[in-house]
C-alpha cells in the first residue's frame, strides 16, 4: 500500500493538474485571508465605536471573535449593537445591511475555500484514480504485478488524499500563524483549539470527497464520464440538498418571519401607552409609567417566550435537513467552532433576554441603582463540542466512511479489461 | 461562401446529433427538470406561506389604526411592509429575513442561501454547459477527427461555430424543457396568479439563462482550443469558472467595503436619534422656557401645576382657560417647529450616509459585473423584481406613502381640534377613510430597459470568447 501511496505522490506531483489546483487553491486562500481580515477590521472598528463606555448598561455589542476571519457565519449579526429599555430590544443595523449586494452573493471566507472548493479540488484529483488506469491499460498490469486490489484502493484513496490535503493543510496553518501575528487578534489557546478542529475537520471532509472522487472512477469506465458524475454528487451536495433544505425546514416548520412578531410587539406597546394615557384623562389620575413599562414588558416577555422556542424548533429541523449534505453538516460544524454559528446566535438571545428581565425596573427607571453589566463569553470550546457539533461530526464520519465503503466496494468487483 | 455555409451547416447538425443521442444529454435533460420542478415546487410553497403572513400581518395592522388611531404615535403604528413578490418562485433575490432588522429574526437566513432558479442557472447550467464543451476542439484532435474534418474542406472558424452552434443546441435544450416544466408547475399553482406581464418576464428570463448558459459553451470552446489534450482543457476551463463563478462576485462587495469604506450604520442611527430625540427635547425646553418667560409669565404657577389640578383650576376661571388654551396652542405650534427642524436636520445626516453607502454599492457592483454569474444574477433579480432595484422602489413608494398619510393625519388632526379644542395627541383619531398603501411593481418595460447593461455585459463575455476561440483555433496544431 505505501508503494501504491508513493507511487501515486511521485506521479501526480509533477503534473500539470497539481500545478494548475495547487495554483487554485493557493490563490483563493490568499484572497480569501484578505478579504477576510479586511472585513474583521471593519468590524472591529465598527465595534470599538460602538461599544459601551462606562455604564452604558443599555448598550449590548459582542466584539468579533478572531476565528470568524475563517468562518464568518452569523458574525455580522452577532456583532450588532442592541439598545436595551423597558419597551424591548431594538436591533442597530449591521455594517452590512447597507450595501445590499452582500445579501446577493456568499461570504467568500476559508470556510466557503474547504466546502466548495477543497471539495471540488478532491473531485478533481480523483476522478480518474480507477478509471485513468484502466484507460490507459495500467490497472491490468499493476493487478498482474500482484498488488491486492484493497491495498490499490487504500494506496490510491490516500494517496490522492494526500496531494489535495498536505498542500491545504500548509496553507491553512500559514494562514492561521499569519492571521495570530496580525493586529486586533489575540491567539489564545481556544483560537489554537479551534484551528485543529477545523484543520481535523477538512481532513475528514477532503478525505470524504477523495473517496467519492474514486467511487465515481470506479463506477463507470471511462474517465470523462467519471467526471462529470463526481461533479453531478458535488453539485448536490454542496449546493442543492443544503440551500433547498432551508426553505424545505422553513415550510414544514411554518413558523412566521420575526417581521410579525416584531409587530405584535410593537402594537401591544402602543395599545398599552393608549389606554393608560385615555384612562388617566378620565379618572384624572397621575400617568403611570411604570405600570405601562410593566405592561409592556410582560406583553414582550409572553411574545419571545411563545416564539423563542418555536425559532428554536425551525433551527434544529433546518439542521436536520442540512446535514444531509456533508458540506451542511461541515458549514454547522466549523461556524459553531468559530463561535459564529446558530448555538452562540440562540445564547445571545437567550441571555440578552434574560438580562432584559432582571435589570428591566432598572433600564426602565423605575428602580434606582446600577445596572449589572452584561456579560456574555465565547462558549468553551469543551461545550461546543458536546453540542450540536457532535451530531454534525457524526454524519461527517458516517459520510466519510459511507463513501470509502463505496468506493472500495466498487473497486473491488472493478472490471480491468 | 455557399460552400462554406454548407459545412457549417453540417458541422452544426452532427453536433447536435452526437449531442442528443449522448448519455450526458439525456442525464443533463433528467437532472434539470427534477432540479427545477423541486425547486419551484417548494419555493411555491414557501411563497404561500409568506404571502399569507404578508397579508395577515397588513389586515392586523389595519384593524389596529382603525382601532387605537392617534397622532401621537402615528409613524410608530403604521409601518409599510414590503409585500413578498409572486416571482420569488423563479428567483429569491435580496431575502427580507436575512436583513435580520428584529431581535427575533430566523438566524439561519443569515447563515445559508436557498436555491432557486438563480442559482441553478449561475452554478449548476453554466458547469453543464463547460463538462459540454471543455473537448469540443482537443477532443476531436485526440481522435484523430479533427485532421480528418479539415481535409474535408471544413474551414477553421467553420470548425468553431459549428461546434459552438451544435454544443448550444445541446447545452440550452435541457435548461429550457426544465424551465417549462417550472414555469408549468408555477401557472398551475393556485397560490400564484400569473400575469400577462410575468409571460414576458419569464421569456426574457429564459432568453438572459440561454445567453449566459452560452457564454460557458463559448469559454469551454476558448480553452478547448488553447489546449492539446482534454484533460488540459477541463482544468483551464474549471479555473476560470471557479473564478468567475464563485471568486468574483463573491468577493465583490468585501473590496468595496475596504476601497470605499463609510461609517459605521449604527453610529449614524445613533447620530440621528440623538437629534430627534435628546438634542430635540433640550432645544424644546429652552425655547420654551423663553416662550413662557416672554409671554406666559402669569401662568407659571399654573404649568408648575399637575394636570388634574390644572383642570380644576381652568374649570373654575373661563378667562384663565382661554388664556391656557391660547398657550397650549402656541406650546404645540413650538413642538411641531422644533420636530420639523430637527428632523430636516437629521434627514440631511442619514441623505449624506445614504449617498455614500449608494457609492459604495455602486461600486461592488461594478467590480462584480466583471463577472458574467453577477450579471445574470442582476437581470434575474431585477426581472422579478427582488433585487436592489425593487426594494430601492418599493422604499420610494413607502415614503410617499408615509408622506400622504402624515398629511391625511394632519387634517383629520386640524379637523378635529376645531371641533374640539380639548382634543390632543393622545386621542382616538378616526383614520378609517385613510389611504391605504398598494404596493405597485415597476412596469416590466423598465424593468427590462434597467437590465439592459447587464446583457450587454453578458454578449460581450459571450462575444469576447467566442473571437478568442477563433483566433486560437487559426493557430492550433491539429496533428
Not at chain 1, 219 to 226: D, E, F, G, N, P
Not at chain 2, 174 to 199: K, N, R, W
Request: aromatic content about 10%.
Amino acid at each position: 500500500m505505501i508503494t501504491i501511496w508513493r507511487k501515486e505522490i511521485q506521479e501526480n506531483i509533477t503534473t500539470y493538474r497539481f500545478f494548475v489546483l495547487t495554483g487554485l487553491l493557493f490563490v483563493l486562500v490568499v484572497v480569501s485571508l484578505i478579504v477576510s481580515y479586511g472585513d474583521y477590521q471593519l468590524r472591529m472598528e465598527n465595534y470599538n465605536v460602538l461599544r459601551p463606555q462606562g455604564s452604558e448598561a443599555q448598550k449590548i455589542i459582542l466584539q468579533p471573535q478572531p476565528l470568524s476571519i475563517f468562518a464568518k457565519g452569523l458574525d455580522a449579526n452577532l456583532g450588532r449593537l442592541y439598545t436595551l429599555s423597558a419597551l424591548g430590544v431594538e436591533v442597530h443595523s449591521s455594517q452590512q445591511s447597507i450595501n445590499r449586494l452582500f445579501s446577493l452573493f456568499t461570504v467568500p471566507d476559508m470556510l466557503f475555500v474547504i466546502k466548495v472548493l477543497l471539495a471540488f479540488i478532491a473531485i478533481l484529483f480523483s476522478f480518474d484514480a480507477i478509471s485513468g488506469e484502466k484507460e490507459m491499460g495500467t490497472l491490468k498490469l499493476m493487478l498482474a504485478s500482484g498488488a491486492k486490489r484493497a491495498e490499490i484502493v487504500a494506496g490510491k484513496l490516500f494517496g490522492r488524499f494526500t496531494l489535495v490535503f498536505v498542500p491545504f493543510a500548509l496553507l491553512f496553518l500559514a494562514t492561521a500563524i499569519l492571521v495570530s501575528l496580525l493586529p486586533d487578534v489575540s491567539a489564545s489557546p481556544e483560537y489554537w483549539a479551534g484551528i485543529g478542529l477545523i484543520g481535523g475537520a477538512s481532513a475528514v471532509y477532503v478525505l470524504l470527497w477523495t473517496a467519492t472522487g474514486m467511487f465515481a472512477s470506479a463506477l463507470v469506465h471511462r474517465s470523462a464520464v467519471a467526471m462529470v458524475l463526481g461533479l453531478g454528487i458535488w453539485t448536490l451536495f454542496v449546493f442543492v440538498v443544503p440551500n433547498l433544505g432551508v426553505t424545505v425546514a422553513q415550510s414544514i416548520s411554518d413558523v412566521p418571519p420575526g417581521d410579525r412578531v416584531e409587530m405584535e410587539s410593537r402594537l401591544t406597546a402602543i395599545q398599552s401607552i393608549y389606554e393608560t394615557l385615555q384612562r388617566v384623562k378620565v379618572t384624572h389620575e397621575e400617568r403611570d409609567f411604570a405600570r405601562i413599562m410593566t405592561q409592556i414588558h410582560e406583553a414582550n416577555s409572553h411574545l419571545f417566550e411563545q416564539y423563542a422556542p418555536r425559532l428554536n424548533k425551525l433551527v434544529g429541523l433546518t439542521r436536520g435537513i442540512v446535514r444531509l449534505s456533508p458540506a451542511g453538516a461541515l458549514g454547522l460544524f466549523v461556524t459553531e467552532v468559530a463561535h459564529t454559528g446558530l448555538s452562540e446566535d440562540q445564547r445571545l438571545k437567550s441571555a440578552v433576554w434574560l438580562y432584559i428581565d432582571r435589570n428591566f425596573k432598572r433600564l426602565g427607571g423605575l428602580e434606582k441603582g446600577p445596572v449589572d453589566q452584561f456579560r456574555l463569553e465565547p462558549m468553551p470550546i469543551a461545550d461546543i463540542l458536546g453540542g450540536s457539533t457532535l451530531a454534525d461530526t457524526i454524519v461527517l464520519i458516517l459520510f466519510c466512511a459511507g463513501f470509502i465503503g463505496l468506493a472500495t466496494w466498487r473497486s473491488l468487483t472493478y472490471d480491468p479489461r | 461562401m455557399t460552400h462554406g455555409r454548407h459545412f457549417l451547416r453540417s458541422l452544426v447538425a452532427r453536433e447536435i446529433l452526437e449531442n442528443f443521442l449522448s448519455a450526458r444529454f439525456v442525464i443533463m435533460s433528467l437532472v434539470s427538470v427534477a432540479l427545477i420542478v423541486t425547486t419551484i415546487f417548494v419555493l411555491t410553497a414557501s411563497y404561500e406561506g409568506e404571502h399569507r403572513d404578508y397579508l395577515g400581518r397588513v389586515r392586523q395592522q389595519d384593524q389596529f389604526i382603525d382601532q387605537f388611531g392617534h397622532h401621537n404615535r402615528l409613524g410608530w403604528m403604521s409601518r409599510q411592509m414590503r409585500p413578498p413578490s409572486h416571482l420569488q418562485v423563479l428567483v429569491l433575490g435580496i431575502d427580507r429575513e436575512s436583513q435580520q432588522e428584529n431581535f427575533i429574526s430566523n438566524p439561519v437566513a443569515a447563515l445559508l442561501s436557498r436555491l432557486d432558479f438563480s442559482v441553478i442557472v449561475t452554478i449548476i447550467f453554466s458547469l453543464m454547459a463547460m463538462l459540454f464543451s471543455y473537448d469540443a476542439i482537443s477532443g476531436e484532435r485526440e481522435a484523430g477527427t479533427l485532421r480528418l474534418l479539415l481535409a474535408s474542406g471544413a474551414s477553421r472558424h467553420s470548425i468553431v461555430l459549428g461546434k459552438f452552434l451544435g454544443g448550444l443546441a445541446g447545452v440550452l435544450i435541457p435548461p429550457s424543457i426544465a424551465a417549462l416544466a417550472g414555469f408549468l408547475v408555477i401557472a398551475l399553482s393556485p397560490a400564484v396568479q400569473l400575469t400577462a406581464q410575468d409571460f414576458v418576464v419569464f421569456g426574457v428570463l429564459l432568453f438572459g439563462s440561454w445567453l449566459y448558459i452560452a457564454v460557458f459553451v463559448a469559454l469551454g470552446i476558448l480553452f478547448s482550443a488553447r489546449s492539446r489534450t482534454s484533460g488540459q482543457s477541463i482544468l483551464k476551463s474549471l479555473f476560470v469558472w471557479v473564478v468567475l463563478v464563485l471568486v468574483i462576485p463573491n468577493i465583490s462587495p468585501f473590496l468595496a467595503a475596504e476601497l470605499y469604506s463609510i461609517p459605521s450604520a449604527a453610529k449614524i442611527e445613533q447620530e440621528t436619534f440623538l437629534i430627534t430625540d435628546r438634542e430635540r427635547d433640550e432645544i424644546l425646553r429652552k425655547r420654551w422656557k423663553e416662550m413662557v418667560s416672554t409671554k406666559y409669565a402669569d401662568l407659571n404657577q399654573i404649568i408648575a401645576l399637575g394636570r388634574p389640578e390644572i383642570e380644576a383650576r381652568l374649570a373654575k376661571d373661563a378667562s384663565l382657560r382661554s388664556r391656557y388654551d391660547a398657550y397650549s396652542r402656541e406650546y404645540e405650534d413650538l413642538v411641531k417647529q422644533v420636530n420639523l427642524e430637527q428632523r430636516k436636520k437629521a434627514e440631511k445626516v442619514s441623505e449624506t450616509f445614504q449617498e455614500r453607502s449608494k457609492r459604495q454599492e455602486q461600486l461592488a457592483k461594478t467590480l462584480t459585473s466583471l463577472s458574467p454569474s453577477a450579471n445574470f444574477a442582476f437581470v434575474a433579480t431585477d426581472l422579478t423584481e427582488t433585487g436592489i432595484e425593487a426594494v430601492d422602489h418599493w422604499a420610494r413608494q413607502a415614503g410617499e406613502y408615509n408622506r400622504d398619510m402624515w398629511r391625511y393625519a394632519e387634517t383629520r388632526y386640524t379637523q378635529e381640534k376645531e371641533k374640539n379644542p380639548a382634543f390632543d395627541w393622545n386621542d382616538y383619531l378616526d383614520l378609517r377613510a385613510r389611504p391605504r398603501f398598494e404596493y405597485r411593481p415597476s412596469g416590466v418595460g423598465d424593468r427590462i430597459a434597467a437590465t439592459a447593461p447587464n446583457f450587454g455585459v453578458l454578449f460581450l463575455f459571450g462575444f469576447v470568447f467566442l473571437a478568442g476561440a477563433l483566433a486560437s483555433f487559426q493557430r492550433y496544431d491539429v496533428r
